[in-house]
């Protein structure tokens, strides 16, 4: 069985920063996509970034150049590094990995469990 745990919300405030872990448990083959989403209530879950196997990124317009996604694949681990953190980036953060459990089966996204960020004074 495959889990998605994640690390690193929390509280702080306008300006600062955070750092997002989410690991890859269980047995699998390769990972390949991860990313992040996030969701406030009342609005639809929205890609924050992704990266692909081979390190490409991509970055909602709303955080480029503060955010950045990186992963360490010896650790099944993809990190979100939070810059200059504004009260519109509250949310919950949810992190995804797409793999295949087995060498035949077909991809399938996974998602961990969301980990509060909240950006207040």
């Known amino acids: 069985q495959v889990q998605l745990v994640e690390s690193g919300g929390g509280l702080v405030q306008p300006g600062g920063s955070l750092r997002l872990s989410c690991a890859a448990s269980g047995t699998f083959r390769r990972v390949n996509d991860m990313g992040w989403y996030r969701q406030v209530p009342g609005k639809e879950r929205e890609l924050v970034a992704s990266?692909?196997?081979?390190?490409?990124?991509n970055y909602a317009d709303s955080v480029k150049g503060r955010f950045t996604i990186s992963r360490d694949n010896a650790k099944n681990t993809v990190y979100l590094q939070l810059n200059s953190l504004k009260p519109e980036d509250t949310a919950v953060y949810f992190c995804?990995?797409?793999?295949?459990?087995?060498?035949?089966?077909?991809?399938?996204?996974?998602w961990g469990q969301g980990t509060q960020v909240t950006v207040s004074s």
């Open positions: 990266i692909s196997s081979g390190d490409s990124t």
């Open positions: 995804t990995a797409t793999l295949r459990e087995h060498r035949y089966a077909s991809p399938h996204t996974y």
